[in-house]
């Protein structure tokens, strides 16, 4: 009975530092979420306590494998999870049932397991693996473009080459597009050159006061002479002449 109780001292501690090292050292430390951390320690603990009850009663190993995958779909239906929630998500699982399950004779391999285990989470889930790959959702508003138009469309948005995209939806009705996106930042793509603007005539509407009339261009310049400039008149000759078109004035 000492036996069997400093056994499961041990592989309870062998689970309790895997399950810690999978949660805080990696993916706390990768992707920032405490939710989940509290759901990872409380699967793999709470599977563990299952499992190893099961191996030290009557209780058959199919109830626990049973029991197994009835936590995993409920506690992964409950929420929205990535597809590198679900990766940690299954490896606590399993840390929990393989140190859970483990006889007295096992430990070395359980063990093994569980070094294995966080060692292929640890590089697989590396910020060096595969740097430049990233997916994005991308909805696109407006009436949707064609097919042959979308890459080179999604390029000039996202700046960055497109390696790959599938087309989700496309609604006619609300003039909207839904792509999933694969993108390469490792190959940035260059904007298009926008065209010069006219500088005299962004100086022309902005300082009005400073242009000069020109008879060639300006319509309200006739003969080169300035129409807005009166002539000047002596008071002592009395009033201008009128003059009508067409006729000869006296």
Not at 54 to 60: D, G, L, N, Q, Y
Not at 104 to 131: C, K, S, Y
Not at 223 to 241: C, Q, R, S, Y
């Amino acid at each position: 009975m000492t036996t069997d109780y400093e056994h499961f001292v041990t592989t309870l501690v062998v689970d309790l530092v895997a399950i810690s090292l999978l949660t805080y050292a990696l993916y706390f430390r990768r992707h920032r979420r405490r939710d989940l951390t509290l759901g990872f320690m409380g699967v793999n603990v709470g599977l563990f306590a299952v499992s190893s009850f099961t191996a030290t009663s009557t209780i058959s190993i199919g109830f626990g494998i049973g029991l197994f995958a009835l936590l995993s779909v409920i506690r992964l239906r409950s929420t929205t999870a990535s597809q590198e929630e679900i990766g940690y998500y299954f490896v606590a699982l399993v840390i929990g049932l393989v140190n859970g399950l483990a006889t007295e004779d096992q430990w070395g391999v359980a063990i093994t397991l569980n070094v294995v285990l966080l060692g292929v989470m640890f590089v697989a889930d590396h910020p060096r693996m595969l740097p430049h790959t990233q997916r994005h959702l991308v909805v696109l508003k407006g009436v949707p473009l064609p097919l042959a138009s979308l890459q080179g469309k999604l390029e000039e948005r996202l700046g960055y080459e497109v390696t790959r995209l599938r087309v989700l939806e496309m609604d006619y009705s609300n003039k909207r597009t839904r792509v999933d996106v694969r993108i390469n930042t490792d190959r940035p793509i260059e904007p298009p050159a926008e065209p010069k603007a006219d500088h005299k005539a962004d100086h022309k509407a902005e300082h009005p006061a400073d242009h000069k009339a020109d008879p060639e261009t300006d319509p309200e310049v006739a003969g080169g002479v300035d129409l807005a400039v009166a002539p000047e008149v002596d008071p002592a000759d009395g009033p201008p002449p009128v003059t009508f078109p067409g006729r000869v004035n006296p």
